[in-house]
Nanobody, 128 residues
Framework: QVQLVESGGGLVQAGGSLRLSCAAS????????MGWFRQGPEKEREFVAA????????NYADSVKGRFTISRDNAKNTVYLSMNSLQAEDTGVYYC?????????????????????WGQGTQVTVSS
């Protein structure tokens, strides 16, 4: 059974930093793209960042470029999201996900795609 477990969320003041982690287990993830999405209050889920299997390719939403950094450790099946200069608009539940499809690097994650595995989410709250 595939499991993705996020950690590292919490409450932080605007301008602060947090580092999220997501550990995946239950199958081999060789070749999988790993990424982060978020859903703010009364908002749709949105793409945040993704990283290729090798780590050589990354992609970010415009709203987080220059502030967030995604990385991964394949030996640990873990993906990280370092978030700096946090803003109130960054508040939401952050979900990690993994997908075998190349398009996932660009945030392509249709809800009906059963090949995408999702974590349960971790809350990030930025107070202004």
């Amino acid at each position: 059974q595939v499991q993705l477990v996020e950690s590292g969320g919490g409450l932080v003041q605007a301008g602060g930093s947090l580092r999220l982690s997501c550990a995946a287990s239950g199958r081999t993830f060789v070749g999988y793209v790993m990424g982060w999405f978020r859903q703010g209050p009364e908002k749709e889920r949105e793409f945040v960042a993704a990283i290729s299997w090798s780590g050589g390719s990354t992609n970010y939403a415009d709203s987080v470029k220059g502030r967030f950094t995604i990385s991964r450790d394949n030996a640990k099946n873990t993906v990280y999201l370092s978030m700096n200069s946090l803003q109130a608009e960054d508040t939401g539940v952050y979900y990690c996900a993994v997908s075998p499809r190349a398009g996932f690097l660009w945030g392509y994650a249709p809800r009906q795609d059963t090949n995408i595995y999702w974590g349960q989410g971790t809350q990030v709250t930025v107070s202004s």
